[in-house]
Structures are given as structure tokens and as C-alpha cells.
């Protein structure tokens, strides 16, 4: 390994709903983050390693920050303020369509007590002006002193390789904390929990909020079939919510699961049979042992 290797630790920050898991998808080369249209789609930290030649960066994508509502809500929060002081870097990222919001002073008020330097990345610029530009990046400059101010577009790839390269810069020489085939720190049923819900959030748009969760029962080798049966729970709030998730017939559960299936199985590198059930579990947000079960739990990330 080259001597002058460099690693570290980045937490990506933002508001809900600015790119972060786009953004880490797009570094990373494989889907491990959930991406949907929808505000507050990644409710854990998920770390995706990065390796070249000369530097290992591990990403923590934290949950997007926003006010609390529930417990739930409190989880997330403390979660994305605790990732602040364990790393080398934090990239602050901002949807350059929406400009400085509410949620961004929150955000800036806590970026306050952070030692390490602090990245703007300005995402979204392919849905921008490019004359729009300058003035929400000033409008940040004047709240906080960022070390770096990277415009880019995590979709499209834009000035994503100049980001890079200077985040290796700014790294520290250290070792390679993960195998060079190594993507993520996450085990394999918590990434499957995170497509199925995934698929779920997706096609049922608008009719079902954030209240639901995917519990992996079960992954198991048939070994007569050479295939993996996973089992996975699809838990709701409301019958109503049941209802919609399985649809006229079971037509919407059956398109979750075959969607879900075709990204379980690239995941797992194998055939897949899934199967998929829906349980109504009222207020699974603010019940502890619940929000446990479902893995929200901080002594494990």
C-alpha cells in the first residue's frame, strides 16, 4: 500500500429530501442507500467505503434533520448530531432549487459546535440557472465560515469528481479501515429492509406517510433450489394503510415484492423467492420496544 495513503470519515448532512443517498449511491457505484422522491427516506446511518488507490473514505449518510415530531423523529436527530464529532469532514448539502430554508438554520446553529470542516455542497445544480447560483451561495457564506463551497449535481455526475478528489486532500494520511471490495457497514438484512420499504414508499406515492417500517424475518439458503428465501414483514399504523399496501387483490404487494426482488437479488449476487406480509402495529413511532425491533436502535449504529 502506498505510504502516503490517506483515510477518514465523512457525515453528509442536509435537510430532508436534498440528495444525500443520491449522492452516496452515485460515490459508491451500488445501490445501498434509499433514494426516493419522498422527504425522509433514510432513517439510519449508512456508511458506504469508498476505496481508490491512495484513499479509503467512509461515508456516514445520516437522517435528514428536521424538527422532531415523535420519538422516532428525536432518534434521527440525535443521531445526525452525534455523527458530527466522530468524523474528518462534514459535507453540508442544500438543494440549490429550494434555497436557505428554516430547517438550514437549524442545521447551521448546530454546525456552531463542530471542530471538524464543514463542505457546502450546492446539489441539484442541473435544475438550476446557472446565474441562480450565486446568490444562494452567498446567502450561506454570510451565516457560516465553510472550509469548501462544491456545486454539483449527484444525479447527473457534475463536478462530482472534483468533489472528490478534494475531500482526498483534505484527508488525513491513515489506513485501510476495509477490504477494497467492501461497500458498506451495514449487514445484509437491513439493506433488504431498506429496498423493500423502498419499493413500498415508491409506488404507493402521496397515500402512505412515513409511518411504515420492514422487518427481514428470515434469510434462508434452499439448498435443493439453489435459491434464498427472504422473509420480510411490511409493518403500518393503520388498516387503512394495510389495505393500500396490498391493493385490489394483492396486485401492490405482488409489485412491491417484484420490484424489491429484482435489486435483493443483485444485492445477494443470487436467485431470491420473497415473500412479503403486512401487520398494522398502531403508533410504532413513539413505542420504544417497537422502534427497537425495527433496528432504530443507537447502540448498534
Known sequence: MDENFKS???????????????????????????????????????????????????????????????????????MAEQSLNEVDLVLFMINAKEGFGRGDEFIINMLQKVNQPVFLIVNKIDEVHPDELLPIIDEYRSKYNFAEIIPISALEGNNVDHLMKVMVDQMPEGPQYYPEDHITDHPERFI?????????????????????????????????????LVQATIIVERSSQKGIIIGKQGKMLKEIGQKARKDIEKLLGTKIYLELWVKVQKDWRNKDMQLQDFGYNEDEY
Open 8 to 78: 477518514g470519515f465523512i457525515s453528509i448532512i442536509g435537510r430532508p429530501n436534498v440528495g444525500k443517498s443520491t449522492f452516496m449511491n452515485r460515490v459508491i457505484g451500488q445501490k445501498i442507500a434509499i433514494m426516493s422522491d419522498k422527504a425522509q427516506t433514510t432513517r439510519n446511518k449508512v456508511q458506504g467505503v469508498y476505496t481508490s488507490e491512495d484513499a479509503q473514505l467512509v461515508f456516514i449518510d445520516t437522517p435528514g434533520i428536521h424538527k422532531p415530531k415523535h420519538k422516532l423523529g428525536d432518534f434521527m436527530v440525535n
Open 192 to 228: 433488504i429492509s431498506e429496498l423493500v420499504r423502498e419499493k413500498a414508499l415508491h409506488l404507493t406515492r402521496e397515500e402512505i406517510p412515513h409511518s411504515i417500517a420492514v422487518k427481514v424475518e428470515s434469510v434462508k439458503e434452499q439448498e435443493d433450489e439453489g435459491k434464498v
